[in-house]
């Protein structure tokens, strides 16, 4: 593993309030993303109301994500230059991930339609797809800013990429526990699809796009074109409602194929050729804690 490379300015260069701010930089990030999701969650059931304002507010928020994330970490961490959510590549690995998110929630959907999950195919509408579209699109960013661009990123410094990839992956598992139809094997199916796979996906690029466009691309997938329940929330606006039958290990039961074994498998295929591809460019870190143990 190579050595932590620093993502917060030295001390001697920041000011006297940003270095008591940078002290306590998990809080106070944490809080201030939280607060700008919690926001956009309220603001969210305005894209309800017809596909033209999905279309306006869900991209909108996203935005509004990205520039509060970046004015949060230059006030409290001192950085400038916020790597891991530069221009750089930024629509490239944005289709990219959404292409493999995409792809990656059609074969689940297709493999449980082999094995006799596919109950009955209902039709929606275009203004319901254009509608999760814009929803979707603020999900994604200000999740994947919470628990890769935060939490992630900083565990990582402190204890190395595999802990961080254990960890963040455990806890965005348990944010989804109390959701309904919720169950353990549904929570550590969602920690391992919506967490390794994704802090693979940045441990492989040092970049946010790639995950958000990932987690984007599965959830609109899901739940804009087949309809089907995303985390336990039965959803109304897709261009199809597709109901699922058969035992919970291939259909996710009431959780959504999200908690299905079909979607496990499939994840882990792009996780584990991410993982080995970052192992290959010298992408995973050991972190602050376990370099000073080396040094004692």
Same mark, same amino acid.
């Given at each position: 593993?190579?050595?932590?490379?620093?993502?917060?300015?030295?001390?001697? #260069?920041?000011? /006297? #309030?940003?270095?008591?701010?940078?002290?306590?930089?998990?809080?106070?990030?944490?809080?201030?993303?939280?607060?700008?999701?919690?926001?956009?969650?309220?603001?969210?059931? /305005?894209?309800?109301?017809?596909?033209?304002?999905?279309?306006?507010?869900?991209?909108?928020?996203?935005?509004?994500?990205?520039?509060?994330?970046?004015?949060?970490?230059?006030?409290?961490?001192?950085?400038?230059?916020?790597?891991?959510?530069?221009?750089?590549?930024?629509?490239?690995?944005?289709?990219?991930?959404?292409?493999?998110?995409?792809?990656?929630?059609?074969?689940?959907?297709?493999?449980?339609?082999?094995?006799?999950?596919?109950?009955?195919?209902?039709?929606?509408?275009?203004?319901?797809?254009?509608?999760?579209?814009?929803?979707?699109?603020?999900?994604?960013?200000?999740?994947?800013?919470?628990?890769?661009?935060?939490?992630?990123?900083?565990?990582?410094?402190?204890?190395?990429?595999?802990?961080?990839?254990?960890?963040?992956?455990?806890?965005?598992?348990?944010?989804?526990?109390?959701?309904?139809?919720?169950?353990?094997?549904?929570?550590?199916?969602?920690?391992?699809?919506?967490?390794?796979?994704?802090?693979?996906?940045?441990?492989?690029?040092?970049?946010?796009?790639?995950?958000?466009?990932?987690?984007?691309?599965?959830?609109?997938?899901?739940?804009?074109?087949?309809?089907?329940?995303?985390?336990?929330?039965?959803?109304?606006?897709?261009?199809?409602?597709?109901?699922?039958?058969?035992?919970?290990?291939?259909?996710?039961?009431?959780?959504?194929?999200?908690?299905?074994?079909?979607?496990?498998?499939?994840?882990?295929?792009?996780?584990?050729?991410? /993982?080995?591809?970052?192992?290959?460019?010298?992408?995973?870190?050991?972190?602050?804690?376990?370099?000073?143990?080396?040094?004692?």
């Amino acid at each position: 593993m190579e050595n932590t490379t620093q993502h917060t300015a030295s001390p001697a #260069t920041l000011s /006297l #309030t940003q270095q008591r701010l940078r002290r306590f930089r998990v809080p106070v990030l944490i809080a201030g993303m939280a607060v700008v999701l919690v926001a956009a969650r309220a603001l969210d059931g /305005l894209t309800g109301l017809n596909a033209f304002t999905g279309l306006l507010i869900g991209p909108a928020l996203a935005v509004a994500a990205v520039f509060a994330y970046k004015w949060l970490v230059r006030k409290v961490e001192g950085r400038e230059d916020v790597a891991e959510i530069t221009t750089t590549d930024r629509w490239k690995n944005l289709r990219r991930g959404a292409t493999v998110g995409g792809l990656a929630f059609t074969a689940t959907m297709l493999l449980i339609g082999m094995f006799g999950g596919w109950e009955h195919v209902g039709g929606g509408s275009i203004g319901g797809l254009l509608i999760t579209l814009g929803i979707m699109t603020s999900v994604a960013v200000n999740e994947e800013i919470l628990f890769r661009g935060i939490i992630f990123r900083i565990l990582e410094e402190r204890a190395g990429s595999v802990v961080a990839l254990v960890v963040s992956s455990i806890l965005f598992g348990l944010t989804h526990l109390f959701n309904p139809g919720a169950t353990v094997w549904g929570t550590l199916a969602i920690a391992i699809e919506g967490g390794t796979m994704v802090a693979a996906a940045y441990v492989l690029t040092r970049s946010l796009w790639l995950p958000i466009g990932i987690h984007f691309g599965w959830n609109f997938v899901q739940a804009g074109f087949f309809g089907t329940a995303t985390s336990g929330t039965e959803q109304t606006d897709s261009l199809f409602h597709f109901q699922l039958s058969g035992p919970s290990v291939l259909s996710g039961g009431g959780f959504g194929p999200e908690a299905s074994l079909v979607a496990l498998l499939v994840c882990a295929v792009p996780t584990v050729i991410m /993982l080995r591809m970052a192992a290959r460019k010298g992408n995973f870190r050991s972190g602050t804690l376990r370099l000073r143990r080396k040094s004692a």
